[in-house]
């Protein structure tokens, strides 16, 4: 069966790390989390106690990134490692919400990512959800999703997503994050967040993570089907 790049767009909060996740063991396919990614550099300069809105400072401190996965086949688990250590859970503090879309909006950033990703996604076969995945990494790519969602859901997924790491943090800071990270993905000069003109919308708002997939499957087997 012939093999596709599917790109998973949209804003967070949406479940689109979690739709393509699952899509993926679904269809045998490996998924990397793009925005895991920028999270890790992200963690990386707080660690390092670097000012991640000091330009200058954060492409000095890409030589010392190393940025790979470590997947599961039989589990479809794939960690992130920064500098050969697992770094999944960190990635998902508060502080680094707060602090990568400044880094995220770096064009040396960007360009240091989007080469790894296209390196990932040479052999296809592979899931990838981010901001710019059908419009910038695989503007190729044979089935691109835009997901988006109510900011009241959104946020209600994010919330549950923290308090499953043992962070206290309250609905209104959530959603002031979320609006945020909107504003600053949609106007960043760099790659900014935008639905692909092919892309097929997906709103989540009142969607179940497995009717988001079985959603996105079906339209996946059919764009393969397509191909021959």
């Given amino acids: 069966m012939k093999k596709i790049i599917i790109a998973i767009d949209g804003h967070a909060g949406c479940g689109k790390s979690t739709t393509a996740k699952l899509l993926a063991k679904k269809l045998n396919y490996i998924f990397i989390d793009s925005g895991a990614m920028y999270r890790a550099i ?114 209600e997924r994010r919330l549950a997503e923290i308090k499953n790491q043992d962070i206290e943090v309250n609905k209104e800071e959530v959603i002031k994050n979320l609006r945020e990270r909107d504003h600053k993905d949609s106007t960043r000069r760099e790659s900014p967040l935008r639905k692909a003109e092919d892309a097929i919308i997906f709103d989540t708002s009142s969607l179940t993570i497995d009717e988001q997939v079985d959603k996105a499957y079906l339209l996946a087997l059919n764009v393969i089907d397509s191909l021959g």
Avoid: C, W
């Fill in 42 to 155: 992200t963690l990386y300069l707080l660690q390092q106690n670097i000012d991640t809105e000091d330009t200058k400072e954060v492409i000095n401190t890409l030589a010392d990134v190393d940025i790979s996965f470590s997947f599961d086949s039989e589990t479809g688990n794939n960690d992130i490692l920064l500098n050969k250590k697992s770094v999944s859970h960190e990635i998902r503090s508060m502080s680094v919400n707060q602090n990568v879309s400044a880094v995220s909006s770096i064009k040396e950033v960007r360009h240091f990512l989007v080469a790894k990703q296209k390196d990932i996604g040479a052999k296809k076969g592979i899931v990838m959800d981010g901001r710019d995945i059908g419009t910038v990494v695989f503007p190729d790519a044979e089935l691109k999703i835009f997901m988006t969602a109510s900011i009241e859901a959104r946020a």
